[in-house]
């Protein structure tokens, strides 16, 4: 994770040097944030494969769109599918997948976005990193769900497929998943169903993005 530290720490001198000078809109955040009624932010959903990140997001998405609010999600493999596909699982190919997604999702939210990410994002020294990258009302929601239950579940046939050794450093199996110690909100799939824990993400942001 340092060398993401540091990478981003060495952009201004680079800036300089290449005479770049990034430009501010002339419509701040509280401007559109009054336009779309709600504030904006990242909700940053960890958890191990299969907990039901994605499940959660796309869900709560649906109905917040039919609320009328600005809402996206940034989904791991959809991110990888196109703007990192260059990237490789690595430790540094992780750390910058996560760079980049932090940097979109904190773009995204300046410019009035409620944005859902889903990635496991195994470590905290990497989630306290994105934090930092996004700065501006950032919310950690830690999907908890048992091994065993995301083993039997196996949506995309990963976790078979990394116990037969055919994933390297695979999160639960050969990598470990270090829980946030103090998440924002915390939705166990392993005790709710689908539904309820829908819901309480959905309560979650109307109690906190709503516009007071
Ligand atoms: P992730 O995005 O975390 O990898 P997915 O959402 O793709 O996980 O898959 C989770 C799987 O678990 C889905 O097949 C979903 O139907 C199932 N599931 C069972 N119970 C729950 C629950 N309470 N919340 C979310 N998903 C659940």
């Given at each position: 994770m340092m060398d993401c530290v540091v990478k981003k720490e060495a952009?201004?001198?680079?800036?300089?040097?290449?005479?770049?000078?990034p430009d501010g809109s002339k419509i701040s955040r509280l401007q559109r944030n009054e336009r779309f009624g709600h504030q904006s932010g990242v909700l940053w959903l960890t958890g191990l494969s299969g907990s039901g990140k994605s499940t959660i997001a796309t869900g709560v998405e649906k109905l917040l769109f039919k609320y009328g609010y600005l809402v996206s999600i940034l989904d791991g493999d959809t991110v990888r599918s196109g703007l990192n596909s260059?990237?490789?699982?690595?430790?540094?190919?992780?750390?910058?997948?996560?760079?980049?997604?932090a940097e979109v999702a904190s773009l995204f939210a300046s410019s009035g976005h409620i944005v859902l990410s889903t990635l496991?994002?195994?470590?905290?020294?990497?989630?306290?990193?994105?934090?930092?990258?996004?700065?501006?009302?950032f919310h950690t929601i830690y999907i908890k769900a048992d091994i065993e239950d995301c083993i039997d579940r196996d949506p995309k046939g990963l976790y078979k497929k990394a116990m037969a050794g055919g994933i390297e450093h695979f999160t639960g199996i050969g990598q470990s998943y270090e829980p946030p110690p103090n998440p924002d909100l915390l939705i166990d799939t392993s005790k709710h169903d689908t539904e309820t824990c829908q819901m309480m993400l959905k309560d979650y942001i109307i109690e906190h993005f709503f516009l007071k």
């Open positions: 952009v201004s001198p680079l800036q300089t040097q290449n005479n770049i000078f260059d990237l490789d699982f690595s430790v540094e190919g992780r750390q910058e997948n996560l760079r980049r997604v496991i994002s195994p470590q905290q020294q990497t989630r306290d990193f994105v934090k930092q990258v996004v700065s501006h009302n």
